[in-house]
């Protein structure tokens, strides 16, 4: 039956207008019942596409994120031969969120890629938020409802960027009008490079390159740096003299204490040592018969006289400026590492004191050796250490003269110094500190580092501003400030 047919049926031979008036009335009727036929299929539809989850992957900043979310096949029987077709993808952009999202060609999926950021919501110190919304907008394909017809179609679907835990520690400025008197004005950072000129033969000599740097907990709460170093080369006698030490967290002026610290052993190792004619004669003595009891008696009296003493003096001077002040001596509490060398004919001769927690370390890569130069300090409960500041340190000639260390060393490819702020998440662990591999795991990570490559190379001066961007090293849960002297 044709449609001429169904048609003449219909009108049963009415007049024209009559006719015409009801193919009207007929055609809008089933129009509109046919629209809402459509109309109900993309309500279900709606309502299935609403219980999808992409289950798209959190994405971390700073780290390269690449996913697909993909379009289902619709399952309702109401639905049969109808499909999804993804139109657009809002939420994310490349200016703000540092990710592209691309939809396909047959719109069956979209392509989110890139390295996320969160740094434009951080603005003016805000917090950025971490979950987003994504709007698909979409339409059906088999429905054909008119595009005036046809509802706006989309879908929420949450989306995660997990911020980056370095970015949530706050880098806030001292507020040193508000410290407390002396405010003992320090800088956050501290960076220095020794170069030492090679011999006349043009045999290069080691050089020394030192950083410190005021930690992610300082920083948070707008504290200074409490740790210090200090170096120096005699370029006459051709001795090394470095230190590092590590202010109390818990002393309001251990800053200073560290600062005391250091100025003085140097400077009295540096006058000691700018006359050293008699000390390596001893040394001398010393290596043709480590064995012999007066040698070793008088190496034991030199490096009482000269490293021994530099820490008693830097303890005394601390107690003065305490008592100047009119603060207890433990407001300046401090560690303190000390090392003192010189190359010799036979070898390296290497001096050191050591009080408090840290590490200190020759380190020799070509024999897979490391030696540290003393034990770190443990207290009585975690996080405990002894200090420079206590008189106990020196009350116990026995005690103190363990604490005195010397050694003779044919070479050697560092002397480390370093405050725990670095060995506490490089070793982790004590035992780890005698374990050579881990210094080897360190002086490749300070070399081959991804981030910031150290290049410790003969007189290159730019590695104390590496060294400094090195001690930005990410360790969760290790936050202090951090400081590290390096001969090499």
Not at 34 to 50: D, F, R, W
Not at 211 to 233: I, L, N, T, V
């Amino acid at each position: 039956m044709d449609i001429e047919k169904i048609i003449n049926l219909l009108i049963n031979e009415k007049d024209e207008n009559k006719a015409e008036g009801f193919i009207k009335f007929l055609s809008e009727k089933l129009w509109g019942y046919y629209k809402e036929y459509l109309m109900n299929k993309e309500t279900i539809g709606k309502e299935e596409v609403s219980r999808w989850h992409f289950d798209l992957p959190n994405a971390k900043e700073n780290s390269y994120y690449e996913t697909t979310g993909k379009v289902q096949p619709l399952q309702d029987s109401h639905l049969e031969g109808v499909e999804v077709q993804i139109l657009q993808v809002n939420g994310l952009s490349k200016e703000i969120h540092g990710l592209d999202v691309e939809i396909a060609e047959d719109g069956k999926s979209f392509r989110i890629s890139g390295t996320p950021t969160l740094d434009s919501f951080r603005k003016d110190g805000a917090t950025a938020e971490s979950t987003f919304e994504l709007t698909i907008i979409y339409k059906f394909i088999g429905i054909d409802l008119p595009d005036a017809d046809r509802p706006k179609l989309e879908l929420k679907v949450p989306f995660v960027i997990n911020q980056d835990p370095r970015k949530l520690w706050k880098n806030l400025d001292v507020d040193w009008e508000n410290m407390p008197d002396p405010k003992y004005i320090n800088e956050d950072t501290q960076a220095e490079y020794i170069k030492v000129k090679s011999l006349e033969d043009g045999t290069p000599q080691k050089d020394i390159v030192a950083a410190s740097k005021r930690g992610r907990s300082h920083a948070q709460e707008a504290k200074p740096r409490d740790d210090h170093f200090k170096m120096y080369h005699d370029d006459n006698t051709n001795w090394y003299v470095m230190a590092v030490a590590d202010g109390a967290g818990s002393a309001k002026f251990s800053r200073q204490g560290s600062k005391i610290a250091c100025d003085t052993v140097i400077e009295h190792c540096k006058n000691e040592l700018s006359n050293s004619e008699r000390f390596e004669e001893d040394i001398n003595l010393w290596h043709l018969d480590q064995r012999s009891e007066e040698a070793g008696k008088m190496i034991s009296a030199d490096i009482y006289r000269i490293v021994g003493n530099a820490a008693y003096k830097a303890h005394k001077a601390i107690v003065e400026e305490a008592k100047a002040t009119g603060n207890p001596t433990k407001t300046y509490a401090t560690t303190l590492l000390l090392a003192i060398c010189k190359k010799f004919e036979f070898g390296w001769f290497v001096a050191s004191f050591w009080v408090g927690d840290g590490a200190m370390c020759l380190y020799d890569k070509e024999n897979h050796t490391s030696t540290l130069l003393g034990v770190p300090d443990e207290g009585e409960y975690a996080g405990q250490t002894r200090f420079l500041t206590m008189p106990e340190i020196f009350n116990d000639t026995n005690e103190f003269y363990k604490r005195l260390k010397c050694k003779i060393v044919p070479d050697f490819t560092a002397l480390f110094l370093m405050s725990d702020g670095v060995s506490d998440p490089k070793f982790e662990t004590d035992a780890n500190l005698n374990n050579p591999d881990k210094w080897d795991e360190l002086w490749d990570d300070l070399q081959n580092n991804p981030e910031h490559p150290v290049h410790l190379s003969d007189d290159n001066e730019e590695s104390k501003n590496e060294l400094l961007d090195w001690l930005d090293f990410w360790s969760p849960g290790n936050h202090d400030d951090r400081t590290i002297a390096i001969l090499y």
